[in-house]
């Protein structure tokens, strides 16, 4: 048995470690505590005054301003931010919480874990490609498509509260945050690097695959060069789009075919991620497109941007990418904000539909304005009554307007508090109560019918009829309902698909 | 997509005098090895291995293989015998030729290739091992690294082939399971931070090896 130590931290708290190294990186070595519930990081080299403040400052101020709110607790599942700092035997470290179980392999890879990684932590980038997850990733660990988008919904909410508390990330990576597609999770972890805009330069410049092209490009330069570009927001906004395209569509958005430098392939890499980089969809520029040639049988379907496109995320998600990688690549100020995400993401998860293949793999997609809905990754059709509830919201008294926002009704569907009141979104400001579904979607005798649970206002605008707590109103084409009378109340007009 | 695969060559030392306790130590840090870096996704996808083991003879044990393609049986060093580390670097520059592929306009080729040599005593064919340096300058490795392992081993030889030469004070299985943890580390280095600019950043080195 390895001992105990037991020491103090900078703010005078007592925490003690066991004397056993359980991890190891490039900067820290990494210990449990005796309960396994938080763990201590300590730098292998001597840090200077900045780097020390700096720390000081992530694990006091900034970590305050974020988890002693009201909600605060909330972002306990979505960092992992450490708590403290301490000096043990002239070393600098960092007290952290452990990872919750769900971020390690419960089962690990396939043909009983051949790789044996059970038990090891969920690195995002099994998950982010198609040939890892196809030949060695077990089937329980790779969740269905809507867990994915969970992950991305959930990375999005992170970075935007790191965003409007003024920090930003500089290295996020998909080493740098552990998902649990199988659930839905993901938390954003070696937060030590943090860089406050105008206050700390980043000691980073990031990971490969996630560099801005702009920092790629001026990375020769020396860093007090006025030319140089370094991690800030507008480079975490490029790497969170190629997370969510990546987790997504598992395959790189800029790895495509073209070649930049045939004889030099240091240059060739500099090139395609920074100066000549260029999305493998562009609309107008076909020439980083994947090549067939270059395809492994185990990149497939993903690697095929024809079968699967990068549309087929839907209206919401599709025209983010357009921004992030077509009109943004190369101009950061245009490429969308973390909130933007989040919040096409929330609209996108409402656009969703179950697939009933039983071979699909996706299990989820997007639901693409058709009469015919069919799934994109399986091409199993959709069967049946598919009632769409398009939300309209009131600006003015009795004025209505498209708020560009569709629920689709499926077996197991509910409404929520989000749904009838524009105001409302279902965030971390959400308290426990506002999270009951209102209303519940049943099939019943060939018909759909919404049953009220907490809509006092419920009512069918064409009939006058108001619908009691409780009571049930049958859906039909064209049907307008009014959900709520308060502010941001919503309506909906009801459209049915009926799918041969 | 479009992947490429960054080409690992490791040169050992099979001569009469690993037999033993050496030459099992090695076994078991390739061993190790293989399983550390197939447990790293970047590594998975883009390593890929080969072996030239030299004694009085130079073989190429491993051709290049996938990192999860691999199935290795025990090298094994005979009873007594010269050290041909001239004659391993002629085979690797064969194979190195052979091998990694060069970007074409249409196709995208490999990583430059990394290159481990172990040995534990001086090359038998000195004259070949100083000729074949020149050509293996030629063939632009992403790094070159030699360890010089146990007491005999002559580091001055080594140094002429590349500026990173590391020492093993002993021949024990500790040793070697050092220096295969950080060769490990070193090609999980270079498979997830290749082409950053900064690809001849190696990780630091364990406590077990003096340099």
Not at chain 1, 148 to 155: E, I, S
Not at chain 1, 268 to 280: C, K, N, Q, V, W
């Amino acid at each position: 048995m390895a001992k105990v130590v037991t020491c103090r931290t900078v703010d005078g708290q007592t925490i003690a470690f066991v004397d056993e190294i359980i991890g190891s990186g490039a900067m820290k070595d990494v210990y449990f505590s005796p309960d396994r519930s938080y763990v201590v990081a300590f730098y292998k080299s001597p840090q200077d005054d900045l780097t020390r403040e700096r720390l000081q400052m992530i694990a006091g101020r900034y970590r305050e301003s974020i988890f002693e709110q009201i909600g605060g607790d909330y972002w306990r599942n979505l960092f992992c931010w450490p708590t403290a700092i301490l000096e043990h035997e002239g070393r600098l470290g960092l007290v952290a919480p452990a990872y919750p179980g769900h971020f390690f392999f419960a089962h690990g890879s396939r043909n009983h874990d051949m790789l044996g990684i059970r038990g090891k932590e969920k690195q995002g980038k099994w998950f982010a490609t198609a040939s890892l997850r196809n030949r060695f990733i077990d089937p329980r660990e790779l969740g269905d498509w809507r867990g994915h988008l969970f992950v991305c919904l959930r990375l999005a909410r992170a970075v935007r509260r790191l965003h409007m508390a003024g920090l930003a990330h500089s290295d996020l990576s998909y080493r740098n945050v552990l998902i649990d597609p199988s659930e839905g999770w993901a938390c954003v972890i070696d937060i030590d690097g943090l860089v406050v805009p105008g206050k700390y330069p980043p000691d980073v410049v990031g990971t490969p695959d996630f560099i801005a092209p702009e920092v790629v490009m001026t990375s020769h330069l020396a860093r007090d060069d006025p030319a140089r570009r370094l991690p800030q927001r507008e480079t975490d906004l490029h790497a969170l789009a190629v997370l969510i395209y990546l987790y997504l569509l598992y395959r790189h958005p800029l790895r495509g075919g073209k070649i930049h430098d045939p004889d030099d392939p240091q240059r060739d890499e500099r090139l395609a991620m920074g100066e000549g980089a260029l999305f493998i969809e562009d609309p107008h520029d076909p020439c980083n497109r994947i090549r067939r040639s270059d395809v492994r049988l185990t990149d497939l379907p993903w690697a095929d941007t024809d079968r699967l496109p990068f549309t087929l995320t839907g209206p919401y998600l599709a025209p983010l990418f357009r921004q992030a990688f077509v009109e943004g690549l190369h101009d950061p100020a245009q490429r969308p904000s973390a909130n933007d995400w989040e919040t096409a993401l929330i609209k996108t998860l409402d656009l969703l539909l179950p697939c009933p293949g039983s071979r699909c793999e996706q299990k989820w997609y997007v639901f693409d304005n058709s009469t015919q809905p069919c799934c994109p990754f399986c091409g199993t059709p959709f069967p049946g009554l598919l009632p769409v509830l398009n939300f309209y919201s009131s600006r003015q008294a009795g004025q209505f307007r498209t708020d560009h926002h569709r629920l689709l009704v499926w077996p197991g569907q509910s409404l929520f508090l989000w749904h009838a009141n524009s105001l409302i979104a279902p965030n971390e400001k959400l308290a426990e109560t506002q999270q009951m579904p209102v209303g519940q979607f049943v099939f019943d005798e060939g018909c759909w019918s919404l049953v009220n649970a907490r809509l006092p206002d419920l009512m069918d605008l064409a009939t006058q009829t108001p619908v009691p707590l409780g009571g049930r109103l049958a859906l039909s084409d064209g049907q307008r309902i009014l959900l709520s009378r308060e502010d941001g109340g919503r309506l909906v007009v009801v459209q049915m698909i009926e799918s041969k | 997509m479009s992947i490429r695969r960054l080409p690992v060559y490791i040169l050992l030392d099979t001569s009469g005098s690993m037999r033993g306790e050496p030459i099992h130590s090695v076994n078991a840090g390739l061993q190790s090895m293989f399983s550390a870096l197939r447990q790293d996704p970047y590594a998975l996808e883009t390593v890929h291995l080969s072996i030239i083991t030299f004694d009085v003879e130079a073989r190429e044990y491993l051709p290049l293989t996938p990192l999860d393609a691999i199935r290795l049986d025990d090298i094994r060093a005979p009873d007594s015998g010269a050290t041909f580390l001239g004659a391993a670097l002629e085979l690797l520059i064969r194979c190195v030729d052979r091998d990694v592929r060069k970007s074409t306009p249409d196709s995208r080729g490999d990583w430059r290739p990394l290159l481990f040599v172990m040995t534990d005593g001086s090359p038998s064919d000195l004259h070949t091992f100083r000729q074949t340096i020149p050509e293996i300058r030629r063939r632009d490795f992403g790094s070159i690294v030699a360890c010089a392992a146990g007491p005999k081993a002559r580091q001055d030889y080594l140094r002429e082939l590349t500026a990173q030469v590391i020492a093993l004070d002993t021949l024990d299985a500790a040793a070697f399971a050092g220096f295969f943890k950080w060769v490990s580390a070193s090609v999980a280095v270079g498979s997830g931070h290749a082409g950053t600019g900064d690809a001849d950043a190696l990780p630091p080195l364990p406590s077990e090896i003096q340099l």
